[in-house]
């Protein structure tokens, strides 16, 4: 697996130092042993890796920011063409936009545009990929007010599976555009991308804080009541200790403060308070509150690797992961189910249970995006979305948290008070062919696979929530 002369980046074989680093992704869980792995500097070292993965039988996948819930960046005998390298962001002097390369995280994307006042709809973890996010949807704490990051592609320059490079936008091939903003990776190689930026007021209300409720049903209710009614993107989680459930909100408020305020305070009254940090900050104190949060999201994340992890500390850590993302459907029984489900401790393992929580956030924006996307949106079906969760480090413990995680979504689905398809693919923790069908509805799908055959005939971008192609008949 010689390097092609005309590649320019780092070319990675077992043999090679720094292979077992490149090897790693957010989920440790899923790390494969691809063939090669092309750290690629720029657009034309991911056309001499395509086609040398092409000439040579390999099969390819692509990896921005390596979070991929399935682990579709870290294939066994595949060349994996690595995007990181390639993370610059450069800002329109209008400030209303921003250039990003394939592999820039949100954090990077944070570091350049809040000094100006400016923000792209990002996720809530600082070390995801803008692109892996982007295309495949997207939420974050500004999504209630500016759509998924997927509705905020203005442009994307791609690399097509013959090698063509082209910029895919509106107006030069609506359909495209149309695919490439929520259906994933199936289309191409994204190498940069064109977002749109928003404006951040000078303060909100963020931080968090964490109570043990009186009254867990109680609690459910008022933080789903809440969640239905702002403006903005409060999130939320719910986990427990030796001595039982506790529920932590993470307010991001853009104001008027007093009623914010006023509903934090009703919050805390729910229970008793065990950390407070809620208060005025501004977003980049926001975003360095979200660095510290994931950087703490693994208790004991086991022993630093002596790697450059690019200031990405997942990288220097194992990290196990299962989830699966669930929307209500019937909320009053569904939020009796989640009561019980918080409350049950059975013959649970506390040690286990201590790297379990549910995730909470709203579903949908409040408003549908122009032009239409892939993406489904319909803010009349908007709803809460939960997320039962389990991040560990022992390999040893791979069965019992993924039998938890996988017990309480067959629970919900077998009580009919979730929806059978997921609200979006990269919020699907299973690649089933009838449930990615399920997300666009069958005419959107039929479209996606007419579209997969015009640009990728062969599917050779099939590590991902898959669109296979579809001969037009």
């Known amino acids: 697996m010689s390097k092609p002369a005309r590649f320019k980046g780092q070319w990675l074989t077992a043999e090679s130092g720094g292979f077992a680093w490149a090897q790693r992704i957010y989920n440790s869980r899923l790390v494969a042993s691809p063939r090669v792995i092309a750290r690629c500097g720029g657009v034309n070292d991911v056309r001499s890796a395509l086609a040398y993965a092409r000439e040579n039988g390999l099969e390819v996948a692509v990896r921005s920011g390596g979070h991929s819930q399935l682990g579709f960046s870290s294939v066994d005998d595949a060349m994996i063409i690595d995007m990181r390298p390639i993370s610059w962001v450069r800002?329109?002097?209008s400030r209303t936009s921003a250039w990003v390369g394939g592999g820039a995280l949100a954090r990077d994307i944070a570091a350049e545009t809040l000094p100006f006042g400016v923000?792209?709809?990002?996720?809530?973890?600082?070390?995801v990929g803008i692109a892996g996010l982007s295309l495949g949807t997207g939420?974050?704490?500004?999504?209630?007010r500016y759509g998924f990051s997927c509705d905020n592609i203005l442009a994307a320059e791609m690399v097509l599976a013959d090698g063509t490079v082209t910029t895919v936008t509106a107006e030069s091939d609506p359909d495209l555009f149309w695919a490439i903003r929520g259906a994933g990776a199936n289309f191409g190689i994204v190498t940069a991308l064109q977002v749109r930026l928003h404006p951040v007021p000078e303060q909100i209300l963020g931080g968090q804080v964490v109570i043990r409720p009186t009254d867990v049903r109680e609690a459910a209710q008022w933080v789903y009541d809440h969640m239905d009614g702002s403006p903005d993107q409060p999130c939320a989680s719910w986990f427990r200790d030796d001595e039982g459930p506790l529920v932590a909100l993470q307010p991001c408020h853009h104001g008027p403060f007093d009623e914010a305020e006023k509903a934090v305070d009703a919050f805390r009254g729910l229970g008793e308070v065990l950390e407070d940090d809620v208060r005025l900050l501004t977003y980049r104190e926001l975003d360095d509150q979200m660095v510290a949060n994931e950087e703490n999201?693994?208790?004991g994340a086991g022993e630093d690797s002596g790697e450059d992890t690019e200031n990405v500390w997942w990288m220097a850590h194992d990290r196990r992961?299962?989830?699966?993302f669930l929307t209500f459907t019937d909320d009053e029984k569904a939020l009796d189910l989640f009561a019980e489900a918080v409350l049950e401790r059975g013959e649970e393992d506390s040690e286990l249970a201590s790297h379990r929580s549910f995730e909470w956030w709203w579903t949908q924006p409040r408003e549908a995006p122009e032009p239409p996307s892939a993406q489904p949106h319909d803010p009349s079906k908007a709803g809460l979305g939960f997320c039962p969760t389990a991040s560990w480090t022992e390999a040893a413990d791979d069965e019992a948290h993924i039998s938890w995680v996988d017990g309480i979504a067959a629970r919900f689905r077998e009580a009919g008070v979730i929806g059978e398809?997921?609200?979006a693919i990269n919020h699907m923790g299973t690649s089933d062919q009838a449930r990615i069908e399920a997300?666009?509805?069958s005419e959107a799908y039929a479209r996606l696979g007419a579209i997969k055959?015009?640009?990728d005939p062969e599917n050779v971008f099939r590590h991902n929530m898959n669109i296979p192609p579809v001969a037009p008949s």
Do not use: F, I
Request: hydrophobic residues 40%; aromatic residues 6%.
């Open 91 to 93: 800002l329109d002097p």
């Open 119 to 127: 923000a792209a709809v990002t996720g809530t973890l600082p070390s």
């Open 139 to 144: 939420q974050g704490h500004l999504s209630n």
């Open 297 to 299: 999201r693994v208790a």
């Open 321 to 324: 992961e299962r989830w699966e």
């Open 421 to 423: 398809a997921a609200d």
């Open 439 to 441: 997300v666009y509805g």
């Open 453 to 455: 055959h015009r640009v």
